[in-house]
């Protein structure tokens, strides 16, 4: 009887000193803005994804979270440069999308894109950033009488569409 009693009381000790333990620990994303898209919470975004975040934005308070198939988007600016920063379902980082002016672009990219596109005027720039493999550029040109889509990459340029404005 006396060693029941001494090995209850040692578990109520031990859980309880769990639970006060637990209590000290705040979430780092407490920083980040509660917004709910839908009904789409924080808490229901992927720990892994929510972590890696706040140790690369961690100064981001405006960051909207957006659930879509098997992806977590956080979507903010930051030096008026619109992110979207993709996580997959495990929380792992998938890629980095970022929009901007011209005014923002790399110079070895502006020289190339308007070394051959001279006449046109570029729209918005689209820099994706994937782990492991080189970054992309697209950009998006206006001229005279259509609009073209060009990517860039590790000083390659293709034009991925074209199009013919309408009179």
């Given at each position: ?86 996580y997959s379902n495990r929380g792992d980082l998938s890629y980095v999308m ?44 206006q001229g005279d009488t259509d609009w073209k889509k060009v990517k860039v ?15």
């Amino acid at each position: 009887m006396k060693k029941l009693i001494i090995a209850t009381s040692l578990t109520v000790v031990a859980l309880t000193g769990c639970a006060y333990s637990q209590q000290g620990n705040t979430l780092a994303a407490a920083n980040v803005r509660t917004l709910k898209a839908g009904n789409q919470y924080l808490n229901d975004i992927n720990v892994r994804a929510m972590r890696d975040f706040v140790t690369r934005y961690g100064d981001v308070s405006d960051a909207v979270w957006h659930r879509s198939n098997d992806n977590y988007v956080a979507v903010f600016y930051k030096d008026s440069i619109q992110h979207r920063v993709i996580y997959s379902n495990r929380g792992d980082l998938s890629y980095v999308m970022k929009y901007y002016e011209e005014s923002r672009m790399p110079r070895n990219v502006r020289a190339q894109v308007k070394s051959t596109y001279y006449d046109y005027k570029i729209y918005v720039v689209q820099e994706i950033e994937t782990p492991d493999h080189p970054t992309v550029y697209i950009v998006n040109l206006q001229g005279d009488t259509d609009w073209k889509k060009v990517k860039v990459c590790q000083g390659e340029m293709d034009i991925m569409e074209e199009f013919r404005k309408g009179k």
